[in-house]
């Protein structure tokens, strides 16, 4: 008959717009002795599934009126053209089952329940109790952090004191900046030299050597497979050059050392597709890694926020960027035994280099504070036209 748009008004008020199928279909009981022609519009799903009589006692009280239904688990089979047991076929609206009623017998059934008369047969209305098992999931997430879980036994956390009190956070970040003062220095090229901040009776610290080979054999692994060993092994090469790595003879005397384990990360939008990424957080059982036994010291990166508020001081704003920041700084000889790492030169483990960093490696948590410290140092040693000095002033500022 054609296509209807109809609007459906759901339960609480919603209304959506749908456009159907329109058919004219004749309903008749299964004894043929009454028919009847409605129009009815198609729809992929009427329902849910709604399981059939299943109710001994309520079946046998119908029995007992001499009522047969077809929707009864006892008559699974009597509709050949049936697919699912559960499956409503057809939905009849008031405008129908007006027609439909007999009006002579009714019938009052247990349980609230009402038996009516039609001209295709017994149908009961009403509420059936249904019990349901309801089962509910229950999802359970843990997440520890190696960074704070020493933090559940600290004693400033529980608010106990030590009869020699431990300093305060601002007295740690004052003591860091006096140990970067009275360290840093410039070598024979003008470039800054500093003094990692090592914490005062620092946990001890293991040389996690082993562990770094271990990382190292499944990072070789990895770039094999992606072939990209050659590219990360000339970065090494490149800083080898640039004097920012230097290799250590295997039989150097060195009783305090520590490496690093490092792995690749790939940044396709960069000029170096791959580079090597140090974790200082790494550590053997029982014992720390460098990054716990370092002074972070106070963070002098300025927020992004009141950055971009000092463009709306001036007229003009001015931005830039030091390449490779963090390996413009170099350390100071003590420290450099601490930052070594291992590679096998070709992927062949038979010819393994053992380097350590002579600038300061990003990764380290020290690192940030370094930098700015150094940015900071460097910027009041300026002394010039008082146009800088102006410049320099807002800066610090």
Partial sequence: MGEET????????IERSEKHNKYVVTLSDVFNSYSCEIEVMDQER?????????????????????????DASMSESYCQFEREPNEIHMLLGADVIGNLLKGEEVKHLRGGLVAVNTHLGWTVMGKLKVEKEKHSNVLLSLYVSDNCIKDLWSLDVLGIKEPCEKKTRIELEEAARD?????????EEGRYVVSLPWIQDHPPLSNCKNLAERRLKNCVRSLERSENLGNYEAVFHSWLDEDIIEEVQKDADTKNEH???????????????IRPVFDASAKEKNSSSINECLEK?????????EIINKFRLRKFGITADIEKAFLQIGLQEDDKPFLRFL??????????????????????????????????????QVTGHLEVTEA???ILR
């Fill in 6 to 13: 109809t609007v459906h008004g759901l339960f609480g008020g």
């Fill in 46 to 70: 009427i329902c849910t599934p709604i399981p059939k009589l299943n109710d001994s006692e309520l079946l046998n009280e119908l029995k007992e009126h001499g009522i047969f239904v077809s």
């Fill in 179 to 187: 140990h970067f003062a009275r360290n840093v220095s410039r070598d």
């Fill in 259 to 273: 490496y690093l384990p490092h792995h690749p990360v790939y940044k396709n939008n960069s000029t170096t597709k």
């Fill in 297 to 305: 010291g106070p963070n002098m990166v300025e927020l992004i926020p």
């Fill in 343 to 380: 590679w096998w030169e070709n992927g062949d483990k038979e010819n393994t280099k053992i380097y350590q960093h002579k600038r300061v490696v990003f990764g380290i948590s020290s690192s940030p504070f370094l930098l700015g410290a150094t940015l900071e140092h460097h910027l009041k």
């Fill in 392 to 394: 320099i002033r807002i």
